[in-house]
């Protein structure tokens, strides 16, 4: 095993300061080679990760694995290229969007919708970037793609720690750390989905040809050999704050009592995207039947959307005990999970976290008979010390849902963001759910709510899953996190724009669907998004935005919109 890694390394280290000053026309063509081999191989991709987590192939849920794998990744190479290309010319990274300062000075840059075909395929949505202290509109600039502003750059090797449940992950990742940041990279597959590795080696082959990319294969000592090695100087994880508290102060007694003297055995700079307990606030106001129903799908989606395996899935549904529809979105949430086919519990541990999470909570309902039930525990005491729910990532198919006493919107949503940064664990993503005549109510306070809020990924009327999907935006826990008290992580990740000082991303959607938006007075086209787990033609829609991707162009268009349609 050794002997392996250390023959991986050992090109990435010869080849890290060419890496870093290569010149930025050779880096696109590297990019142009992997976006051509993604598009090639997407088939194989899906299909390998379908078999992986047991999905039928023709089943609509094969929409997640074309959304989350081939077709992230190909969106965020073409969002890379356009940022590449405009620093190679000496233009302007950021034109064409829109930037604003909020009260107090805190810049704020919209990042999506980048061009026309961004405003059809999400119409209606917006994403924005807010920037920490210091930076300015005067300075804005200086804060981007500062990479390509040295003269002559270190190079670096970064380790990467791959994902085991979306597979544009690993991909994603290595994007990051070589084109965003200079660094060369070695992969550290995770076992649970080892099997695309071959295939994200044929995707890459230019740059492992070149030598300033690797990929390797083993379970935990490879990764503890890794993390020590005298080759790698930098690291980087997507998984638990458990496991990077493990690498980071090491295991038993004795890691437990580094920690706590912050005394860590691993120094080298080390990113992190951890997870955590994201909530979903569902805001008074005047919601139909319709709605009702629309929106416990949309909470349905944030909670088991890849089976529930994500680190940005909601775990705690956070409502307003004095208003009617709360009851009636739960009683609709739960015929909603009822009415979604069981799937396979592909990740390990799941049993026990679910088992764990029933113990902790004798009232929770075991709502079917599969290997590793789905639940839902409601009514949990927002009050409660130490609540297992808001202090434990669930990773499974397990929701819990609590009442604030508010139940006025403005008081609600003020009251809704002090409980989440006090009371639940990590920073990652939180959701608001709000009627577009309750945003009218709350006008400035939502936007005040939102800069209060200590989460580094916002959804206003959408899944922060989006947010993840988004190249433009950037993907990682909200700052401040140590590496004693790590959360949901340090850094961040995607950020195509190469922001240096990001705070948090915020992505805005419609809370109707198109077409009943418009009997509603919200005029946008975008129907149910195709990563909702109740789309019947997600598959379709999944794939045609893949092709859609790998080659921008009307013709794609219509096709695209009958599948999306026809949900």
């Not at 302007?92 to 300062?101: E, M, P, Q, S, Y």
Request: hydrophobic share 40%; aromatic share 10%.
């Amino acid at each position: 095993m050794e002997a392996t890694v250390d023959r991986a390394l050992a090109p990435l280290s010869e080849h890290k300061h060419e890496w870093a000053g290569l010149g930025i026309e050779r880096k696109l063509r590297y990019l142009e080679a992997v976006r051509t081999a993604v598009a090639a191989h997407a088939d194989e991709w899906v299909r390998l990760a379908l078999t992986g987590k047991e999905i039928p192939k023709h089943s609509p849920l094969a929409g997640e694995e074309w959304i989350s794998g081939p077709y992230a990744v190909l969106i965020a190479i073409n969002a890379l290229t356009k940022t590449l290309k405009a620093v190679a010319a000496g233009g302007d990274v950021l034109a064409g969007t829109k930037i604003r300062t909020r009260a107090g000075g805190q810049v704020v840059v919209e990042v999506f919708p980048g061009d026309v075909f961004d405003k059809l395929l999400l119409n209606g949505y917006r994403a924005e970037v807010w920037m920490q202290d210091g930076v300015t509109p005067a300075n804005l600039r200086d804060h981007v793609a500062s990479f390509y502003k040295q003269a002559e750059p270190a190079g670096s090797v970064a380790l990467i720690l791959g994902a085991g449940n979306i597979s544009s992950i690993p991909p994603l990742d290595v994007l990051t750390k070589m084109f965003n940041e200079g660094q060369v990279a070695i992969v550290k597959m995770n076992p649970i989905n080892d099997y695309l590795g071959p295939l994200f080696e044929e995707i890459f082959t230019d740059l492992i040809d070149g030598g300033f990319l690797r990929f390797v294969y083993g379970g935990g000592d490879v990764g503890a050999y890794l993390t020590n090695h005298d080759l790698v100087d930098t690291l980087h994880i997507t998984g638990s704050a458990h496991t990077y508290n493990k690498i980071v102060f090491g295991t038993g007694e004795a890691g437990a009592d580094r920690l706590a003297n912050n005394q860590p055995i691993i120094t080298k700079p080390f990113t992190s995207e951890l997870g955590g307990v994201g909530p979903t606030f569902v805001v008074p106001g005047p919601w139909t039947d319709a709605d009702l129903a629309y929106q416990a799908e949309h909470l349905a989606t944030q909670k088991f959307h890849n089976a529930g395996f994500n680190c940005i899935a909601s775990q705690v549904l956070v409502l307003p005990r004095g208003w009617t529809g709360s009851d009636r979105l739960v009683e609709e949430l739960r015929r909603t999970i009822l009415a979604i086919p069981p799937r396979e519990a592909y990740y390990p541990g799941a049993d026990e976290r679910q088992l764990a999470a029933v113990a902790k909570h004798p009232h929770a309902e075991v709502l079917d008979g599969g290997p590793v039930p789905r639940t839902l525990i409601t009514n949990i005491d927002p009050n409660g010390t130490d609540e297992y729910s808001f202090t434990t990532e669930f990773f499974g198919g397990v929701y819990a849902t609590t009442q604030l006493p508010e139940s006025e919107p403005i008081d609600f949503v003020r009251a809704a963001v002090e409980f989440a940064n006090q009371k639940l664990a990590g920073t990652l993503g939180a959701q608001f759910l709000i009627h577009p005549k309750t945003l009218q109510h709350l006008g400035p306070v939502l936007d005040e709510a939102i800069a209060d809020l200590e989460y580094g990924n916002v959804g206003v009327n959408t899944w922060t899953g989006a947010g993840y999907l988004l190249p433009t935006a950037t993907w990682g826990a909200y700052p401040g996190h140590t590496h004693d008290d790590i959360g949901s992580g340090i850094g961040v990740v995607h950020n195509a724009y190469m922001f240096d000082w990001p705070e948090k991303s915020v992505t805005h959607a419609p809370f109707h669907p198109f077409p009943r938006a418009l009997l509603n007075g919200e005029f946008h086209l975008s129907p149910k998004p195709p990563w909702f787990v109740t789309h019947r033609r997600a598959d379709k829609a999944g794939e045609r935005l893949t092709r859609f991707a790998a080659q921008p162009g009307w013709r794609h268009l219509p096709g695209l919109f009958a599948a999306a349609l026809r949900h």
